[in-house]
């Protein structure tokens, strides 16, 4: 009975200096871990990071302001991993809190004892999270547009989680920025060709020169028109007219994505692009003022 005593009380003693060990190491500063890899190790081990008098779970809120938050992602998409697949191929994306799986363009971890916000999901295009999925065309429902937009943005706006530890807290402000952007381009129908041709490889920008010598001979004349305008009435036509231009240019992107004619759909915005400068200039007009339509 007494040797048995004795194994007891000795490792007892082993256990607690391990103990002191760990803690130690974790005050120490040196342990650090991101989003991912501090929920992967918490999944993995199903015990408490740090053995003493604090376990893991008593120390969360203090352990999450030393995390460093997530990185501003792209626009355009986002680079968060996840297992499985989810809508249109793209792979599920595990909850940084829970390791739920979601769907990419989850917004919030659908975990109801979780619900954490989430990081926009790997491969997620600005369709995904405010046109319920469907293909990128050229034709969008702009009030559904609206409706989902003032729907996504009230669930991530930062001010609902002012009150959280700094992970939700960068996310908040990632989340209601990337969807921001998501809207300004989608309700735009020139950025919108921009973003559906760059979603095809087919990148345009604003400094791309004229490649079609008639439209920069039309470009030109409008110019010359506008700076020689005197009165009212003439700036009145001119912008009338290239209304009616670009609201051809808008209905041939329609038809062009519809047909996948890309080629085409590159080519009217590019003209779309320059007839918008001719609408500033006109805005901007005043008689005898110089006229500036770069190209």
């Known amino acids: ?59 969360l809120p203090h352990r999450q302001q030393q995390l ?5 992602q792209r626009h355009d998409q986002s680079g968060g991993e996840g ?7 793209s792979a599920n994306k595990a909850c940084w809190h829970c390791q739920q799986q979601n769907s990419p363009a989850s917004l919030l971890c659908k975990n109801e004892k979780c619900a954490v916000i989430q990081a926009v999901g790997k491969g997620v295009n600005y369709y995904d999270v405010l046109l319920a999925g469907r293909p990128p065309s050229f034709e969008i429902d702009a009030a559904e547009l609206r409706r989902n937009f003032l729907r996504s ?35 735009d129908p020139l950025h919108r060709a921009q973003y559906l041709l760059k979603l095809r490889g087919m990148e345009i920008g604003e400094a791309d020169q004229i490649a079609d ?8 004349d409008t110019r ?18 290239n209304d009616a231009n670009i609201a051809a240019v808008t209905t041939g992107l329609a038809s062009a994505f519809g047909s996948d004619a890309l080629s085409r759909a590159r080519q009217l915005t590019n003209r779309l692009q320059y007839l918008r400068r001719v609408a500033q200039a006109v805005h901007v007009w005043e008689p005898g003022k110089p006229v500036v339509i770069s190209h």
């Open 1 to 59: 009975m007494f040797k048995q005593l004795l194994l007891a009380q000795r490792q007892y003693r082993q256990i607690s200096a391990l103990g002191r060990r760990r803690h130690a190491y974790c005050q120490s500063g040196l342990f650090s871990a991101s989003v991912g890899s501090l929920a992967h190790s918490r999944t993995a081990s199903k015990r408490p990071l740090c053995i003493g008098r604090q376990s893991y779970s008593a120390r």
């Open 68 to 72: 460093q938050p997530p990185q501003r």
């Open 83 to 89: 297992e499985g697949e989810g809508e249109g191929g």
């Open 153 to 187: 943005q009230q669930a991530v706006h930062p001010d609902s989680f002012s009150q959280r530890g700094q992970i939700e807290r960068r996310l908040a402000e990632v989340q209601s920025s990337w969807i921001n952007h998501a809207y300004a381009t989608l309700k």
């Open 213 to 220: 010598p008639e439209l920069l001979m039309e470009i030109m």
């Open 224 to 241: 010359e028109e506008i700076e020689e305008a005197t009165t009212d009435a003439q700036i009145a036509a001119i912008k009338a007219r």
